[in-house]
């Protein structure tokens, strides 16, 4: 019997932007001074979103929210990657790159509201509605990529996820056959730690999450997921190689979830306190903020003048949003099916009357 030593696999970690601001030019994407303050105002106008969600589930003016605090680079940098007509697959915790990618602000606070129609995508960008449950959007986000393909039409697919749904057997299953069929899609997957309160090294003895890509024979690179340049460097290269029609890659965003799990959690539990003061020094938002300074784009009139805006523009979208009527109740009826069952019906009629 002959013994055959397999070299050990290793995969690439990408930063281009240190917790200090400094900049690896040899690593730094093609961005225009226009395109990285454009950048910083997605990512100041989604937390700010982010904070007044949280404020208003506290009041009771809405559902449960989850909030992604820390891990706005993972959802703009990525974003910026993606063109309008390529298919994207989110995840609860994905109300920041849903804004980035031009859904209305109105519309994400009414699905947190409870009414899913503000799912529904703009036209002209596709935005798939959000998955609760964990990791089922995966094998879809495939399923997108591969009919583009069938149809020729250069569109990508890009789907995010948690370091949790790497444990499900979709995730799985997706994978596999995206690497057999070579199918237009980035998997994103937003490694903030923890599954709820199970810390990322009770879900996997591996060492990464993107050397799972190696089982499936594509790419996967590891990129610091509070660094928003790394992140969009990492999207960008993924989605021109699927593009190409040169398959797929895993992208892991190593970050850090500076938040809750949601608003029924307590994170002080089950986190250390040293842990989360660690983690918040590499804040996306003040690390963008010194590199922009160090290059003369950010002063403290500009900052405040984002902030405001910001705050302006989502105090606006709630006054519209707390105007908007009530779904009709008998929606829950005429809406699972093209066309309602004889059964619905007959329910619908018992309900509601005619």
Known sequence: MTKKV??????????VLDENGNCD????PKLSDSDIKKIYETLVLIRVFDQKAFNMQRQGRLGTYIQFKGQEACQVGSAFALQDNDFIFP?????????????PIVQVLQYWGGDERGLKSPQNVNNFPIAIPVSTQIPHAVGAGFAAKLRGTKQVSAVYFGEGATSKGDFHEAMNFAGVFNVPVVFICENNQYAISVPRKKQTHAETIAQKAIAYGFDGLQVDGMDVFAVYKATKDAVDKARAGKGPTLIECFAYRMCDHSTSDDASRYRPKEEFEQWTKKDPIERLEKYMRSKKLLDDAYKDKILKQSQNIIEKAVTEFEKLPAPEPKDIFKYVF????????EEMEELFGR
């Open 25 to 28: 030019e040899s690593l730094m």
């Open 338 to 345: 093209a066309e309602m069952t004889q059964q619905q019906k």
């Open 6 to 15: 397999l070299k050990e696999f290793k995969v690439e970690y990408l930063q």
């Open 91 to 103: 995840m609860y915790r994905n109300s920041g790159l849903l804004i980035a990618r031009k859904q």
